[in-house]
């Protein structure tokens, strides 16, 4: 995925659009905080997700993170290679270290997430 055309949460989350699904990873960035990844829990298929609230946590060498849903629906894909190989995350969180897609309502926008020149900014003012 091209990270140009991706929206992004302030909380580190990629997110991507196709018709009625969006598909969530963490940014480069966040990875790059997180150091190798060891561990990644999702919710399952079927699972409702809030905007803003936690849909799984993501493990490394150094913490536990929560991850954080950046639209609300349903949960309708789960990345399961993930839990066999995590450091697909790490080497790439923008292709094959996807997290789950979410089926989003008609109508839903992702116009209240970040540009990646927005998302940059506050990376850049958090003092990184």
């Given amino acids: 995925m091209d990270p140009k055309t ?28 997180l150091t190798d990844v060891t561990h990644v829990e999702l ?12 849909f799984g946590e993501v493990e490394s060498v150094k913490s536990v993170n929560d991850l954080y849903a950046p639209v609300s629906g349903e949960i309708v894909a789960v990345n399961d290679a993930l839990a066999a190989d995590p450091s697909r995350v790490t080497n790439d969180p923008f292709t094959a270290g996807w997290m789950v897609k979410i089926r989003v309502k008609t109508g839903t926008t992702l116009d209240h997430l970040l540009t990646l020149d927005a998302y940059n900014k506050q990376v850049a003012s958090e003092g990184h």
């Fill in 6 to 33: 991706l929206r992004y949460a302030a909380t580190h989350e990629w997110a991507a659009r196709d018709g009625d699904t969006v598909t969530v990873g963490i940014t480069k960035f966040a990875v790059e905080q």
């Fill in 43 to 54: 919710s399952p298929v079927g699972r409702a997700v809030t905007a803003g609230k936690p």
